[in-house]
T-cell receptor, first 112, second 115 residues
């Protein structure tokens, strides 16, 4: 079963705007990751945040993690057409760090 | 990083047949993971394949339906047996990065359509 639920399920914004996606999960974790999937392709790892971290940046990406609320957010600033893709959060489990479970995903569309 | 090659990239299959998907990694890895992505859905872990032992299957997936081989540290196969239209999905092979941080590398996936 999926560990994480994401919202919104779909998001359409104008190029140049910021996009925020949220992820909630159920069990304690060691880390949380975000992946991108372009249509019909494999997944690409974007960023990993550990359970003892609250915020992490990578280029135009900003990830936050609130372990008390079991939630995370991914912010993409100054969106570009190339950011159009599906975005998934993924978590391990404290009891099984080798098993990575994916959330339901957000389909992001950037309008030119 | 790891480079993962999957074959076939896509196939159209008849109901009741079986298809074997191959996954080749350019480096030796302990664990290989097989995921299924049904149309418009997220990824679901099918099983973890370790070299020299039987694969570990997740709830809802059984060896008779999804037999897995792991003959060495760079290769694995997943067979989808006795296929039905409900098996139409993208099947993805993945491995952890060399740093063991939990980051997964993925192949491009094998898109199966069952008629």
């Amino acid at each position: 079963s999926q560990q994480g639920e994401e919202d919104p399920q779909a998001l359409s914004i104008q190029e140049g705007e910021n996009a925020t996606m949220n992820c909630s999960y159920k069990t304690s974790i060691n880390n949380l990751q975000w992946y991108r999937q372009n249509s019909g392709r494999g997944l690409v790892h974007l960023i990993l945040i550990r359970s003892n971290e609250r915020e992490k940046h990578s280029g135009r990406l900003r990830v936050t993690l609130d372990t008390s609320k079991k939630s995370s957010s991914l912010l993409i600033t100054a969106s570009r057409a190339a950011d159009t893709a599906s975005y998934f959060c993924a978590t391990d489990a404290e009891s099984s760090a080798s098993k990575i479970i994916f959330g339901s995903g957000t389909r992001l569309s950037i309008r030119p | 990083s790891a480079v993962i090659s999957q074959k076939p990239s896509r196939d159209i299959c008849q109901r009741g047949t079986s298809l074997t998907i191959q996954c080749q990694v350019d480096s030796q890895v302990t664990m290989m993971f097989w995921y299924r992505q049904q149309p418009g859905q997220s990824l679901t872990l099918i099983a973890t394949a370790n070299q020299g032992s039987e694969a570990t299957y997740e709830s809802g997936f059984v060896i008779d339906k999804f037999p897995i081989s792991r003959p060495n540290l760079t290769f694995s196969t997943l067979t989808v047996s006795n296929m039905s239209p409900e098996d139409s999905s993208i099947y993805l092979c993945s491995v952890f990065s060399g740093s063991f941080t939990g980051e997964l590398f993925f192949g491009e996936g094998s898109r199966l359509t069952v008629l």
